[in-house]
């Protein structure tokens, strides 16, 4: 059974940081691309950032709504996939979903239908 289990969600004020999590399970992680994606209510999902499990293929790659302010990053001994969110905004709030490719390499262009694997999300609320 495949898991994707997001953490580390919560309400920060503007300018503050969290860090979420994906932990990962029941699929081949290793040659894959992770990313997160994030959804405001009223809003499409979009992309955020993507990072391919291995060493050698490219990315990773950042949305420009978050160029320099967000990095993923991960842990292969872990299977594990995170995104070091800093200097947090009032556009920023979301639901911020964990997504697993299901093989294949990671794109600029993070596409919804490209991943098979969702995870159930963790609220980002960010203050004023």
């Known amino acids: 059974q495949v898991q994707l289990v997001e953490s580390g969600g919560g309400s920060v004020q503007a300018g503050g940081s969290l860090r979420l999590s994906c932990a990962t399970d029941g699929f081949t992680y290793k040659y894959n691309c992770m990313a997160w994606f994030r959804q405001a209510p009223g809003k499409e999902r979009e992309g955020v950032a993507s990072i391919y499990t291995s060493d050698g293929a490219g990315g990773p790659y950042d949305a420009d709504s978050v160029l320099g302010r967000f990095t993923i990053s991960r842990d292969n001994a872990k299977n594990t996939v995170y995104l070091q969110m800093n200097s947090l905004k009032p556009d920023d709030p979301a639901m911020y979903y964990c997504?697993?490719?299901?093989?294949?390499?990671?794109?600029?262009?993070?596409?919804?239908?490209?991943?098979?694997?969702w995870g159930q999300g963790t609220q980002v609320t960010v203050s004023s």
């Open positions: 997504a697993a490719r299901d093989g294949g390499g990671c794109y600029s262009d993070l596409r919804l239908p490209d991943f098979a694997y």
